[in-house]
């Protein structure tokens, strides 16, 4: 973490933290992803929305490594760079936070937090001590308070410590772009608004933040830019204080008028 | 009974800021009334257990039937060992019963005097050892590899290995062990002096680890133990070891194939607690999909935790053939392998794969273990033994399910 706060949020125009261009993705006869642009900046929280089968998901597979493009071009800081797996993802500082979470229910918070990279020595001894204090001090930067013992079993957590707990496995290492998938979804008031909070700092500390959701109104709260896609294309990006709640939801529901297609336009009522 | 419980008893896992006797107490009742029960219960059934049968004969407790107890129960538990890991991964292993017959044919084959390839003592216990631990990976590589159901392939294993067995010994019915090595396994007892040397051994190697653990989470300041705990820890875990030494030395003296089992005890739960092996097979039992998504590679775990109870089957079935001299027909039968899932259930391993220790294999078996010698020191038969053991077991699996069912509603 003390490496992300280390490049401020910059002003003005910059170079994106992370950028495709002209990313096309097909499944046999579906086109998935058709000629798709998406650019996320340090210090931002970039909402990624769009109805189902906009390719949303399948964008995010693709910037992660768990599916490869057909075409199209990543870069990051502006460097050409491709990403072949998980692994390049990795490497790359690309954590994805995904909705159905990835946690063992069965272990505590600091062995969720350091599950599949834990501290040992060359013995395979596990450095409990070490994994323990650092778990609390990156939950601490975080301003994760709610959770009351990190030695209790994420079992016993509620749905919003158990994001928190997913949030803070993916920034803990060196990450400089975190994807958020639907982080939201299953959560109560309260605890969307620590979530929300949460997104909002994870993006002052320096980081990029791409954050998936279908719910407008969590969007408008802590996303500052929003991308939409439609049908696999650029519908539109907006920055969010220019734009109103309608706007992006006729984005979504008929894309933006100038380049409204043929297609689709008779599904566009019913969303309206 | 407690003994080795202490002895694995590791430090329970972080207690916050808060450490007085008081806020440890009312921490670890919380955590027990959230479905968190671990071996509690086992440990309480296990004092009314043994208080009824002390109290309907006063034979129960005596030098002669303790060491007999801990003789009779060695083999069971370190097959239960490797139970507990596959069960960890919510996998059953239904081999374990033949694949330990199979371990000790081939001790029993090796040592006889006349065969063109005899290999004695030592040499030939950890042949018997590699040859389970491969079957073991043999089996859990349809599993793991090809994803066959474990029950499916071991119940096959449990055929299969009982036919090699019933083949490989033949006409003959039985094969005698000669070799004094083999034999001793299960039929040595330490001389006195040298039992007091293993207990003075035993408590400055537990004394060592639990001070280095306190100094080491001093040092990274995460949280300071409560020294009282501590000590009450330390002279508990003297008591017990000089105890059970003094209580065994009245009768044969301590039997060498406890002193097997304790050690094996202490190494896999080492394994199970203090590594990054035994961390994954947990996450894997807990959640097979967050772990393969966290980079660790599910199927390798898989294909070494079969081979653990392959080889901890192996060498329980080794513990067995020294223990009648001899290998027969019926060597992996019987009620081996029900003994050895049992153990571990009802020592507090889930059936549902993720929560378990280690120290269930003993607690479990010296429930199934002093129930048996206790219903036949009141000359009951085993139609009793049998009952009561499956009553234990289905309250065991009821609790864990119950338990189960508590730690999911805790969260929401």
């Keep these: 973490m003390t490496e992300t706060m280390a490049t401020p949020s910059p002003a003005g125009v910059v170079t994106p933290r992370l950028e495709t261009r002209g990313v096309s993705k097909s499944f046999g006869s579906v086109l998935a992803l058709d000629d798709v642009d998406f650019e996320v900046r340090a210090g931002e929280v970039m909402a990624l929305v769009g109805d189902n089968g906009a390719g949303k998901s399948t964008l995010i597979k693709c910037i992660a490594g768990i599916y490869s493009m057909d075409e199209g071009e990543v870069y990051s800081d502006g460097q050409k760079v491709s990403i072949n797996g998980p692994k390049d993802a990795a490497r790359l500082g690309i954590e994805v936070v995904y909705q159905d979470l990835a946690l063992c229910d069965n272990l505590d918070v600091v062995q969720n937090m350091y599950l599949g990279r834990e501290a040992r020595d060359i013995l395979f001894r596990l450095k409990e001590p070490v994994m323990e204090s650092r778990t609390a001090e990156v939950l601490r930067g975080l301003s994760v308070t709610t959770i009351s013992s990190i030695r209790q079993q994420v079992a016993s957590l509620s749905g919003g410590q158990r994001q928190s707990v997913a949030i803070g496995r993916a920034v803990m290492w060196n990450s400089r772009i975190v994807i958020l998938d639907e982080p939201t979804a299953a959560l109560g008031v309260a605890q969307t608004r620590q979530v929300l909070d949460l997104v909002k700092r994870l993006a002052e500390q320096g980081l990029a933040v791409v954050l998936i959701s279908h719910n407008l109104h969590d969007i408008f709260e802590a996303a500052d830019r929003i991308t939409v896609l439609r049908l696999g294309r650029n519908a539109a990006v907006f920055e969010r204080r220019a734009v109103t709640q309608q706007e992006v939801v006729h984005a979504i529901t008929a894309g933006v008028p100038t380049k409204v297609p043929g297609v689709g336009a008779t599904e566009t009522e019913a969303e309206a | ?412």
């Design chain 2, 1 to 412: 009974m407690t003994e080795a419980e202490l002895a694995i008893g590791a430090p329970p896992p972080a207690e916050r800021n808060e450490n007085s006797v008081g806020a440890i107490a009312r921490r670890r009742w919380e955590s027990w009334k959230a479905g968190d029960v671990g071996v509690m219960p086992v440990v309480i059934g296990l004092i009314i257990i043994v208080a009824f049968f002390y109290s309907q004969n006063s034979n129960f407790l005596t030098a002669g039937n303790f060491t007999n107890l801990m003789v009779q129960m060695a083999g069971v538990t370190t097959i239960a060992i490797g139970v507990v890991f596959v069960l960890l991964l919510g996998e059953i292993d239904l081999s374990i019963g033949y694949v330990s017959g199979i371990a000790g044919v081939v001790v029993a084959k090796l040592q006889l005097p006349d065969g063109s390839w005899e290999v004695k003592g030592v040499a030939a216990i950890v042949i018997a050892v590699i040859v389970t631990a491969l079957i073991g990976l043999f089996q859990g590589s349809f599993v793991a590899i090809i994803g066959v159901p474990s029950f499916v392939v071991t119940l096959a294993g449990l055929l299969f290995w009982q036919g090699v067995i019933l083949y490989s010994i033949g006409d003959q019915g039985v094969i005698v062990i000669d070799d004094s090595l083999i034999n001793n396994v299960a039929n040595y007892f330490f001389s006195d002096t040298v039992g007091y040397i293993i207990a003075a051994i035993a408590v400055a190697l537990f004394a060592l680890s639990t001070l280095l653990g306190v100094f080491s989470r001093r040092r990274h300041g995460i949280r300071s133990d409560n020294m009282i705990v501590v000590a009450l820890k330390l002279i508990g875990f003297t008591v017990v070891a000089f105890g059970a030494i003094w209580w065994a030395n009245k009768e044969r003296g301590f039997p060498v194939a406890f002193l097997m089992v304790i050690v094996l005890l202490v190494f896999w739960t080492w394994v199970a607690e203090r590594t990054t092996f035994g961390r994954h097979v947990y996450a894997v039992g807990g959640n097979a999909e967050a772990a393969r998504r966290a980079g660790i590679n599910v199927r390798n775990i898989r294909l070494i935790v079969f081979m653990i109870s392959g080889a901890m089957a192996g060498l329980g079935g080794v513990i067995f053939a020294s223990r009648l001299n001899s290998v027969d027909l019926n060597a992996g039968g019987g009620t081996i392998l029900l003994d050895a899932i049992a153990a571990a259930v009802i020592g507090g391993t889930s059936l549902f794969g993720g929560r378990g220790r280690v120290i269930s294999a003993l607690m479990g078996s010296l429930v199934i273990a002093t129930v048996a010698n206790g219903i036949d020191l009141l000359g009951y038969s085993s139609a009793i033994k049998f009952m009561v053991t499956g009553a234990i077991l289905l309250a065991a699996v009821t609790l864990d399910a119950v338990s189960r069912r508590r730690l999911e509603r805790a969260g929401r």
